[in-house]
């Protein structure tokens, strides 16, 4: 293990609004409890975009990033499990590990974790970051935005070989919230009828998920027709344009007779939220996954509320401790009932971090992914939509 700290680049971002700067950071060494990671790629989520627009406010300055996975190169002194060269995902939901719902493999809902997050900081110590200014801070008890990061050692989950660690990075937030919101959160019913609100990197694993669980019915509501159409690919058995408001008012008619048994929703719009709701049937539960702008109500008819005994949930990072939610999701994919590396549709070097930034805003693409690695490539998607590989085109 290196005692001293080293020198990294990492994508800072100084004000809310602005593009990110590529700076030489200081990184600490490990920690008893911690590992450093050389990252290989990091997915580009929406509340990062969020984050970085400043709608939930956050200590600035900070290295965004929370999908990564890479290569452990440091193994601070109690961390048991995990060795130099190991290949990990990492995770933002380590848990402390003794709390009330850590205990029950419930760690998203630790509030030791919620505070180190809230503070840009570590579960096990302070940010490892410190650039020419002074210290900065880590984003989702993680920052994946940068060419190693230092992480708690239970936010680095080990994974096997053969998984391309830009499908891992993927599976740190995107498949785990979405996979796991269907099959774990709510569970979803074999033969149930469905809709996904919001068909982007999230929504389309909601969509496998339900899929996987049996569900008979699986529509995508989404403006774009692409992402309908990915929806499609991973399992939605059809899609409906959630712009036209013929269709969603003919959706919220036959609720009451005729609704869907749950919905998913995926983005953080009090539309679709509401919409979510509205479109369940009496009983019907909608799971609410998308992250809202902070105090920012969204107005729900509570007579109907209680008289169809509708339920919402929410629903972070698959409900489920992700040491024992990637396994499952890993076990899937192994056996062909999950598409993992069908989701990465875009890779940008380091440098353009600011164009996978525009690409999300933009809804354009299912998921960009920062390829850390020495030189990176670029992967554009194909005429029909996802991942084809192509030589570097990055500046
Ligand atoms: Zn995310
Ligand atoms: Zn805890």
Do not use: K
Not at 151 to 171: E, K, M, W
Not at 310 to 335: D, E, F, M, Q
């Amino acid at each position: 293990m290196t005692p001293t700290p080293i020198v990294t680049r990492a994508a800072v971002l100084h004000a809310f609004g602005d593009p990110h700067r590529i700076e030489e950071v200081e990184l600490r060494a490990p920690g008893p409890d911690e590992v450093r990671v050389r990252l290989v790629a990091a997915g580009v989520c929406h509340s990062d975009v969020g984050a970085a627009d400043g709608e939930w406010g956050h200590p600035l300055p900070v290295v965004l990033g929370h999908e990564g996975a890479g290569v452990v190169e440091a193994v601070g002194a109690r961390v048991t499990g995990l060795r130099e060269g190991q290949r990990v995902m990492l995770s933002s939901a380590p848990g402390c590990g003794t709390c009330a719902h850590c205990l029950v493999g419930r760690p998203i809902r630790c509030q030791a974790s919620l505070a180190a997050m809230g503070d840009g900081r570590l579960t096990t110590g302070s940010s490892p970051i410190t650039g020419g200014r002074g210290p900065i801070a880590t984003y989702s008890l993680l920052a994946c935005f940068a060419e190693r990061a230092v992480v708690a050692a239970r936010s680095a989950i080990p994974i096997p070989d053969g998984l391309d660690l830009q499908t891992a990075a993927v599976v740190g937030c995107a498949v785990l919230t979405g996979v796991g919101a269907a099959i774990e959160t709510i569970q979803i019913p074999a033969g149930s009828r469905g809709a996904v609100i919001g068909a982007g990197g999230v929504g389309v694993n909601a969509v496998q998920g339900a899929r996987v669980r049996g569900a008979a019915e699986i529509v995508a509501l989404d403006p774009s027709p692409d992402r309908r159409e990915w929806a499609r690919r991973f399992g939605a058995t059809h899609g409906e344009d959630a712009a036209d408001p013929d269709r969603m008012a003919a959706l919220r008619a036959r609720a009451a007779e005729d609704g869907f048994d749950w919905t998913i929703v995926t983005v953080g719009v009090a539309e679709a939220i509401r919409l979510g709701v509205e479109i369940v049937r009496p009983g019907g539960t909608c799971c609410v996954v998308g992250l809202m702008p902070q105090d920012r109500p969204v107005p729900i008819d509570m007579l109907d509320l209680v008289t169809y005994e509708r339920r919402i949930v929410g629903s972070a990072y698959g409900s489920l401790t992700p040491a024992r939610l990637v396994p499952r999701i890993l076990a899937l994919h192994a056996s062909g009932a999950l598409l993992l590396d069908e989701l990465v549709s875009h890779s940008f070097p380091l440098e353009a971090i600011d164009e996978a930034f525009a690409l999300s805003r933009g809804a354009g693409g299912l998921r960009a992914v920062l390829d850390l690695t020495d030189g990176g490539r670029s992967r554009v998607p194909t005429a029909s939509g996802l991942g084809r590989s192509t030589p570097t085109t990055a500046p």
